[in-house]
């Protein structure tokens, strides 16, 4: 079947611009999961949901990152007034509901911003 | 929070032979999972091996074996018969079984497979 996927594959914007990755899930997968990975380091969890909601967004670094998943399937990360530091690898994983379930990931959305 | 550690920033090894990667990590809690993860140069994670904390065997996946010393707290992964495909950055990873869903990751370790 198919696996998650990411879109864009890579995305360039100016500082200051509103940006959104969009991240689809594996089909009846309720759990899902923002993760960003800097140049050089592993993956650091940003926000989790469960169906639609956000069971912990502790992740997020500021105001300016929000992620919405409305229909409990694909989910948007958005960012606001974009900041060069913003660049990096934004990675995707869904998985069944708990923690003993494995993460898939997605091929990621590589932000650069200029 | 729990902190994981992979000292090696790079390591290299010869095709056929076997190649150990390290992973140290901190944590309070008695009921975990700990992973290695591979990533290719195409950034798509995929999960080598798996280990939960409460089972004394070590896992094993074919070429790929760990060594999991709990009160140490560490989680190694052993290769064997290194293949070119082989080659790729290897993160290692925690998770929380009570409290747990996101992964905490290591800084990876880069493996060179030569020929």
């Known amino acids: 079947g198919a696996g998650v996927s990411q879109t864009p594959s890579n995305k360039v914007t100016e500082k200051g611009k509103y940006v959104e990755l969009r991240c689809d899930p594996i089909?009846?997968?309720?759990?899902l999961y923002w993760y960003r990975q800097s140049l050089g380091q592993g993956p650091e969890f940003l926000i989790y949901f469960q169906g639609t909601g956000a069971a912990d967004d502790s992740g997020l670094p500021n105001d300016r990152f929000f992620a919405v998943r409305p229909e409990g399937s694909v989910s948007t990360l958005k960012i606001q007034r974009t900041e060069r530091g913003d660049s990096a690898v934004y990675l995707c994983?869904?998985?069944?509901?708990?923690?003993?379930?494995?993460?898939?990931f997605g091929p990621g959305t590589r932000l650069t911003v200029t | 929070a729990q902190t994981v550690t992979q000292s090696q920033p790079e390591m290299s090894v010869q095709e056929a032979e076997t190649v150990t990667l390290s992973c140290t990590y901190d944590t309070s809690e008695s009921d975990y999972y700990l992973f290695w993860y591979k990533q290719p140069p195409s950034r798509q994670m995929i999960l080598v091996i798996r280990?939960?904390?409460?089972?004394?065997q070590n896992a094993t996946e074919n070429r790929f074996s760990v060594n999991f010393q709990k009160a140490a707290k560490s989680f190694s992964l052993k290769i064997s018969d290194s293949q070119l495909g082989d080659a790729a950055m290897y993160f290692c990873a925690y998770r929380s079984a009570d409290s747990g869903y996101a992964l905490n990751f290591g800084k990876g370790t880069s493996l060179l497979v030569t020929p």
């Open positions: 994983a869904s998985s069944l509901a708990g923690s003993i379930h494995e993460q898939y």
């Open positions: 280990q939960e904390a409460y089972k004394q």
């Open positions: 089909s009846g997968h309720t759990a």
